[in-house]
């Protein structure tokens, strides 16, 4: 029936199997390194003695090398290696060019070595998930342009008429992965290692969970959900369930994900209509996600007995469950009263974890465990072995989550609780003691989802021993004839599935209309961020105190956003205001408040607590699970940057006076004296050159601004 | 079959459009609170629409049942889609009949009127039966066709297990035994597609949430009915207020800067325990001082009175680097607080800060050049002056 099927003029070629290879081991690799990465920061908020008072171990450069690793390379190099092995087979083509395939992979593990060193010397954006500085994002983008390059090239000298699911959701992944990325990290350099993000405050927050929430949906989803549907129909030999799902789902998928961004946001300064469209465009994403589940599960129909025996099965199932449970827990936690609960909690982080554990790692764990013994042209070493990482796994799993939805939920509510008098029950100290014994019993499911992985390597590699690799994997299949006759009773789908170009352009359309609608009129329209008379760019000092701030990742444990609730403005004072933020290139605002808010810490405590504070966190506040930061009572601020920020935020519309930048180093240095004196007052001799002095400079001005505003109404 | 469908699309419009009507009337005629943001109206009005989707989406299944080519009978189907209708417009009805209503407070249930409750109850009242009834009719014809296809089987030898089969009907896809009719023509590497229908229950639980959506969008901004944050905001700050106020009429915890008194041991105890766990990182945990100043001598930066000090614990001196503890503690908290400070005077404990501020002497009392008479004088203070309040023990 379909061209190949044409006996006559048969070409022989063959699938490069060596790329795969190579992704698979890397992807094995990074995986015990992220999850690693992942363990210590657990362990680090239980024993802080963890974080050994050393700037590169402490958890604000940990996580996000935790999150980069995870994310970046151990999904990412299981998406490669996905694709590199399905595109192939789907095509009847060998890669484009064995040249790119090669630059594409080193050109990718020099990128996470690069993230790695960078994040560890606390070099970042400090925008989460996108913490990367501007060289290295320059290189993402030039090596993503490689991988689709080579992809296209494949899809184009195909010999398979039409393309399948899983390619639509390849290409939609390359298209709005670029796309994400490269609006996201518009940054303007101010040396090798150091930029500042192009937007600001309100504007910032929205294009980076537009980035960041897409990241989830175009880096973690749909190359997996076209992994999902090359290997569960491959592995269980069953045809796929609903083709008209397929395109129903896939299409419906792309254009509702990216509109939901500003879930991230609800309760914060974002304008309501943005907030709004973010919650509708979540409870919408429910039907499109589950399509992907369904037509995965169903596809198992009539083979559910294999599940038992089937090690690779069971894998398969318990990841596209997890995947149907994190995406209706997210639409969930899109609702602005379960949100109110869950935002700044850590059943975030269990939500997340359910997805990435659950989802993305039992589906890298099922297809290594098909494709290794493959490629090995042999069987797997151990299938008990296999079926014990299996249960291991699953177990780790439940024994992470469940303590975190508990904790998450129980912190909540302390931090919500009144006494009848009016006041605040709990301090915030109080929640986070009670947050001990479930971060432990995280730890340990964390620890067995690590020793399950381990158990996995150890399988793998015995089993890559026994057998024989097969580099070039030998093929046939009939060219495609330059003439095309359509069936007549064909689906209308199909005249896309066989035009490639115009698919990816229709993706690229589809997806971005959602952003463009959002963004516009945040970025045109006055109305969205009432200006405040009142708040003005920071100093030098506290510039460069904030640029501290950043590279020790306190935006990891810390917000910066006080949401209009009476357990808020009760606990921080008055809620944030979109005009608080217009020179925070970039906005902190934060996901997760591991500790308490930061955005009105301005002036509730003298110089010498934060001293004391950050020298040694326990010494002001009992049992506080802070890392203390030593080395900022060492090291001396750079002043010889002070001009480049100066002048780079100047660029970006701060209202510094002009020439400004030669004069910041004197204004920088009288009120580091003033600081150094008031420390003097209360008995401590520190140089004003410190780190720590513009640490506590841009820490007493935190939220102070918006206060100036009430005494000028007030004396008119 | 296909006006069938026209029939429920318009109904579905009716739905969607009816209550927006009756929405409209209801914000242009009074500024009286909206049905939408009551929470049992909410709640009912959510029930009924998700009966509602079980229930087309059921019908659906009972439809295909129906139809299934072992089975052809004149069966209820056409009676099904009426039904749906007619609900549909039970439905709008009572959205504005409670937007007629709306203004009759007097015999409300949970904030609504008795009619637009009962009515509402009623609607899933008979969404509930027609569910019920859908169910019933549903297992028997699928124990008729269990029946039907055990004893087939039973001819041709084979087992047939009953789950799947059921679970076959939900989702509307078509056996196993017969894939191959569905079987298109597509191979991928050996992947061959079926051409399953969309499960129902999928199909029109994403129109729900679609719907679901609309009305969202229409409540909060185009109508503007629903609070938007600010306007919570404002609303759970009031309340609070409120309630707060209601509790301290009947409270014996009403103690302010001008009627704060020095309290018995128990009280200096507890304000003890509280300065060790909230003041102790600043001031010492013997008050001797540290990153605030020293509370135990005679200097006292801003008065050291004990309305003075209840003052400076309450609102706090912020540009001093001490912050306000009215939100943390009680007002009797405070007071204890006040107490305990006051009675820790003069005890000299080690490593003490310089003094700051300016001297300070309790009118009436010597000069203070001897610690050793005041502490006793404070010691008869405390035990003869009255606590406020004994009721408000420490939490």
Redesign the interface.
Known sequence: ??DNNKSHNLEKFSYDNTIVKWFAYATIVWGIVGMTAGLLAALQLVFPVLNLDLPYTSYGRVRPIHTNAVIFAFVGNGIFMGVYY?LQ??L?ARMFSDFLSKVHFWGWQLIIVLAAVTLVLGKTTGKEYAELEWPIDILIALIWVVFGWNMFGTILKRR?R?L?VAIWFYIATFVTVAMLHIVNSIEIPVSFWKSYSWYAGVQDALVQWWYGHNAVAFFLTTPYLGIMY?FV??AVNR????????I?HFW?LIFIYIWAGPHHLL?TATP??A??LG???S??L???S??GM?NGL?TL??AWDRVRDEVVLKFFVVAVTAYGMATFEGPMLSL?NVNAISHFTDWTIAHVHVGALGWNGFLTFGVLYWLIPRLFQTKLYSQKLASMHFWIGTLGIVLYAVPLYWAGIMQSLMWKD????????W?FMDTVTKMMPFYAARAVGGTLYLVGTVMMAYNLVKTIKAGSFVANEEAEAAALSTTYVA?EKDHWHRAIERRPVQLMILSLVVVAIGGIIEFIPAFLVKSNIPTISSVKPYTPLELQGRDIYLREGCYTCHSQMVR???SE???YGE?SKAGEFVYDHPFQWGSKRTGPDLARIG???????HF?HMQDPT????NSKMPAYPWLLEDQVDVSSTVGKIKAMQKLGVPYPEGYADIAAADMEKQARVIAASLQN??ITIEADREIIALIAYLQRLGKDIKGEKKETAEK | MKSANKHKLSALIAALVLPGLSLAQDSTAAPAPSAFSNALFNTLLVTSLVLLVVIIALSQVLKNIATSDRLIRNAKKSSTPTKTALVIFLLGLASQMQAATAPVANDSIGGMNQFTFYFMVAVIGIEAMVLGLLILTMNKLLREELTHEASEAAAAGKQVSAMPSMLDKLNASVSLEQESEIMLDHDYDGIKELDNDLPPWWKYGFYLTILVAVIYITNYHIIGTGDLQTAEYKKEMKAAELAVAEFMKNSANMVDENTVKMLEKSDIDAGGQIFLASCAACHGRAGEGGVGPNLTDDYWVHGGKLADIFKSIKYGWIEKGMKSWKEDFSPMQIAQLTSYIKSIKGTNPANAKAPQGDLFTEEGAAPADSTAVKTDSLQLKTDTLKAVSPAVEQR
């Open positions: 029936m379909t399905s087979r789907l009847k398979e039409h399948y090359y129909p491959k045809p796929v369930y609903s083709y008209r799902l397929s129903i419906a309760y309501d209509w907030q709004s919650v509708v465009f409870v919408m429910i039907a499109p589950w399509g369904i169903l129909r009539g602005k009144f006494t009848p008098e009016g006041q605040l029950r301090q069936h209009p609730f009476r403005t009760a606990r809620y002036g509730k405590y003298p110089d010498s607590w004391n010494s002001m506040t009992e209360d008995g």
